[in-house]
Nanobody
Framework: QVQLVESGGGLVQAGGSLRLSCAAS??????MGWYRQAPGKQRELVAV???????VYAGSVKGRATISRDNAKNTVSLQMNSLRPEDTAVYYC??????????WGQGTLVTVSS
């Protein structure tokens, strides 16, 4: 069974940094990424990285976020700098199987205080 386990969320002051990590088990993925959902809002893409290291970032985090992937370890990480209160959300790891199936982690809360 495919599982994603996230870590690294928490409370951080505005302007600070944090690193989210996601460990995947059970399969090899065509793409891995991070999404987030703020209270009262829809889940949105933060960043995604393909198996070939192509990266896509949401405009709201471009220049402040870096997504990286270790295919050998089946992990994906998200480094976020210059955090803002509006970055507060539950962050979800996502992986796409080569079959097209989406797999989600349980989510990790990031709270940015002003």
């Amino acid at each position: 069974q495919v599982q994603l386990v996230e870590s690294g969320g928490g409370l951080v002051q505005a302007g600070g940094s944090l690193r989210l990590s996601c460990a995947a088990s059970g399969s090899i993925f065509s793409a891995m990424g991070w999404y987030r959902q703020a209270p009262g809002k829809q889940r949105e893409l933060v960043a995604v990285i393909s198996s070939g290291d192509s990266r896509v970032y949401a405009g709201s985090v471009k220049g402040r976020a870096t997504i990286s992937r270790d295919n050998a370890k089946n992990t994906v990480s998200l480094q976020m700098n210059s955090l803002r209160p509006e970055d507060t959300a539950v962050y979800y790891c996502n992986a796409v199987l080569w079959t097209g199936q989406n797999v989600w982690g349980q989510g990790t809360l990031v709270t940015v205080s002003s």
